[in-house]
Each structure stands twice: as structure tokens, then as C-alpha cells.
């Protein structure tokens, strides 16, 4: 019983870091990192993000009930919100087109798009800010567990050869503590990927939902273009 209990001792997470080369230790701390790097990268965008898209599906209701777009301006022109950007540019552009006398209205039109367009690529590339490091974190912590691996491996084998010994005693330890490597990068890869996709999925689903209100908001200013 002794003998299985110290046997479990050795084989327990922290004695394996501990009995581990430098370099698979270098290993293994740079993946545990990555791995708090991106957790706190996931927890801080899909918290951001939620709470971006019920501000921004609060602010365009309220947009939508509103009679009269500059004392909405005047009032809500100014929330920091994807929508209220698009909603500034494209009231920007149709404000510095209408100064004086329209005589191509499908030239505002056009440039009413474009302001809006430009926009809504700006706000999804301040939201997609670090995803980056998940897609990142995601491909390359496997092979860099797996560089800890090998290395782990090769100097067992050299251990071995010196010693003389293959006995499994003898081997376990230095094979258990380089698979560890591979088990660390695995654990960082996977919620990197899997919140990487998820995050994407809900980004392009914003931006669909951005693009509705520009197009609208477009058709808006083109009624209020038509008037004139």
C-alpha cells in the first residue's frame, strides 16, 4: 500500500513539474499562462459582448420610437454603442451632403452607404480586439505541448541509456512527466478554439444585425433626402 501511495505522490501534477527538465518546465509554465490569458480573454468579451448587444437592442428601439432624428441626435447621438456610430456617420454624411443644394441624390445615397459601411467595420474591429490570441493560443499550444513532449521523451531515453536500466520504474516517470506537457497544451488549446468559435459566431450575428439598422437607417435618410 506504501509503495502505490508513493508511486501516486510521484506521479501527482506537481511532483511531475517539479522532476521536469528546464526546458519542459519553460514549457509548461508558458502554456499554464496562455492558458489564464485566455480565459480571461474569453470571460471579458463574452461579458462585453452581451452587454454591448442589449445596450444596442435597448438604444435602437428607442431610435425606432423616436419622431424626430435631430432631437434624438441631440439626446442619444453621443452613447458610446456600435449603433449610435453608424447612426452619427451616416447622420455626419447626410448633413454634409444636404448643406447645400442636392443635385445628385444617389451620389448622397452612395456616400450615406459608405459612411455606415465604414462603421460598422470599425466597431467589429474594436469587439474582435484579442480574439486573435484565441485563434492563436488555440493552433500552436498542441505542438508547443507536444515540443515539450519530445524533448521530455528524448531525455528519458538518454536517462535510460546512462543508466542501463528500461525497467518500467525506471521509465514511467520521465514519459508521465513529458505527456504532461501534452495534456497542459491540450488544456489551454480547446476552450481557446471552442471560445473562439463561439465568439465569432456571435460577432457575425451582430453584424448582421448592424447591417439591418444601417440599411433602415439608410432608407430613412433617403425618405428625409426625398423630401427635401
Do not use: C
Amino acid at each position: 500500500m506504501t509503495g502505490l501511495e508513493t508511486s501516486g505522490d510521484l506521479m501527482s501534477p506537481m511532483n511531475l513539474f517539479l522532476q521536469a527538465d528546464i526546458v519542459v518546465k519553460a514549457v509548461m509554465v508558458g502554456l499554464l499562462l496562455a492558458s489564464i490569458w485566455t480565459w480571461a480573454i474569453i470571460f471579458t468579451h463574452a461579458g462585453r459582448l452581451a452587454r454591448i448587444r442589449r445596450k444596442s437592442r435597448d438604444w435602437v428601439e428607442t431610435f425606432w420610437k423616436s419622431d424626430d432624428i435631430e432631437i434624438f441626435a441631440e439626446r442619444h447621438g453621443n452613447a458610446k454603442l456600435p449603433p449610435a456610430a453608424i447612426f452619427r456617420a451616416g447622420l455626419d454624411e447626410w448633413r454634409r451632403s444636404t448643406r447645400t443644394t442636392v443635385s445628385d441624390k444617389a451620389a448622397v445615397r452612395e456616400r450615406i452607404a459608405i459612411a455606415t459601411d465604414g462603421a460598422i467595420e470599425g466597431e467589429l474591429d474594436k469587439l474582435s480586439d484579442r480574439l486573435n490570441i484565441l485563434a492563436t493560443v488555440g493552433s500552436v499550444a498542441p505542438f508547443v505541448g507536444l515540443f515539450g513532449t519530445v524533448w521530455g521523451i528524448m531525455r528519458s531515453f538518454t536517462a535510460i541509456a546512462g543508466a542501463n536500466n528500461t525497467s518500467l520504474a525506471v521509465v514511467a516517470p520521465g514519459i508521465a512527466e513529458a505527456l504532461f506537457a501534452t495534456a497542459i497544451g491540450l488544456f489551454a488549446a480547446i476552450p481557446a478554439v471552442i471560445a473562439y468559435n463561439r465568439l465569432t459566431h456571435r460577432l457575425d450575428h451582430y453584424e448582421a444585425t448592424l447591417g439591418r439598422f444601417a440599411d433602415k437607417f439608410q432608407n430613412t435618410l433617403s425618405r428625409e433626402l426625398d423630401r427635401s
